[in-house]
T-cell receptor, first 113, second 114 residues
């Protein structure tokens, strides 16, 4: 069966520090991968998606970047964090079936102080 | 930009009551999904509806997709405290360049009091 795991679960970082959140998927090949951000337990905003190794598409201009160095690894990064980067970050992979359900990781809570 | 308007944003009810959450858009979606999320966890898929007019039931939960595939509703009968959580609707765009991207509603925070 497929699993998705992201870490760290919780992160407290000072303004101006770097960020690296990692996500890995097991049990599937060539998945579509996504990074979402969720503010205050509300709707999800799509940040990045990837359809293959080295292929990254950004949905919104921001202080963050994403990379996909391996087929089942997706990384969210920043060189210098801003206060506004605080939030709950979710990694997800897509079922290749027509209906396109997303399967989410456990989430990473980032607090920038 | 495709938007999904979800209402109500907050719902606080007593155990045993019925409730309905709505998800509306001016855009057509190829499918629509409903997710439930617990605090500090990722959303978990409840159901996917694909055909206009489709109705799906999951125990006390009934999901409906509008005939024009622009709207959906979630109805819970005899709500229980265990139903408490954030409910999210999400629409999948049609077309080869969509790459499975979902448009999410703003969410409905449901609290069921014992």
């Amino acid at each position: 069966s497929q699993t998705i795991h992201q870490w760290p679960a919780t992160l407290v970082q000072p303004v101006g520090s770097p960020l690296s959140l990692e996500c890995t998927v097991e049990g599937t090949s060539n998945p579509n991968l996504y990074w979402y951000r969720q503010a205050a337990g509300r709707g999800l905003q799509l940040l990045f998606y990837s359809v293959g190794i080295g292929q990254i598409s950004s949905e919104v201009p921001q202080n963050l970047s994403a990379s996909r160095p391996q087929d089942r690894q997706f990384i969210l990064s920043s060189k210098k964090l801003l206060l506004s980067d605080s939030g709950f970050y979710l990694c997800a992979w897509r079922d290749i079936a027509f209906t396109g359900e997303l399967f989410f990781g456990e989430g990473s809570r980032l607090t920038v102080l | 930009t495709q938007l999904l308007e979800q209402s109500p944003q907050f719902l606080s009810i007593q155990e045993g009551e019925n409730l309905t959450v709505y998800c509306n858009s001016s855009s057509v979606f190829s499918s629509l999904q409903w997710y439930r999320q617990e605090p500090g966890e990722g959303p978990v898929l409840l159901v996917t509806v694909v055909t206009g007019g489709e109705v799906k039931k999951l125990k006390r939960l009934t999901f409906q997709f509008g005939d024009a595939r622009k709207d959906s509703s979630l109805h819970i009968t005899a709500a229980q405290p265990g139903d408490t959580g954030l409910y999210l609707c999400a629409g999948a765009r049609a077309g080869g360049t969509s790459y499975g991207k979902l448009t999410f509603g703003q969410g409905t925070i449901l609290t069921v009091h014992p």
